[in-house]
């Protein structure tokens, strides 16, 4: 079970930085996802980051967010800076993709790709 945190309110234009900690997951092992979903839409992917470091963002982030992984301490991060009001949304991280494939392309950004979940963290900017 992953567990995020850093969630919380923030005026338009502020920052935020997400962690997601993965007790008995190695992060260093697999490709990695963040993930948001916002009241009466579906979940989509924001960012991904791969074995070898490799990013991929959603156009809509794509500038403003920035997903690392820090190994050391077994945590992905996402930076999120310049918050729109339209990120409002519960953000996820996920690892564990259901096959190597799936750590690439579009395919890295697909909540189906990934089979181990946090519970969320709220993200909220007025």
């Known amino acids: 079970q992953l567990v995020e945190s850093g969630g919380g309110s923030v005026q338009a234009g502020g920052s935020l930085t997400l962690s997601c900690a993965a007790p008995?997951?190695?992060?260093?092992?697999?490709?990695s996802g963040w993930f948001r979903e916002a009241p009466g839409k579906e979940r989509e992917g924001v960012g991904s980051i791969g074995y070898d470091g490799t990013t991929r963002y959603a156009s809509s982030v794509k500038g403003r967010f920035a997903i690392s992984s820090d190994h050391d301490k077994n945590t992905l991060n996402l930076q999120m800076n310049n918050l729109k009001p339209e990120d409002t949304a519960m953000y996820y991280c996920?690892?564990?993709?259901?096959?190597?494939?799936?750590?690439?392309?579009?395919?890295?950004?697909?909540?189906?790709?990934?089979?181990?979940w946090g519970q969320g963290t709220q993200v909220t900017v007025s």
């Open positions: 008995g997951v190695s992060l260093s092992r697999y490709c």
């Open positions: 996920a690892t564990d993709p259901t096959s190597v494939t799936r750590c690439f392309g579009n395919y890295a950004l697909q909540p189906g790709s990934y089979k181990n």
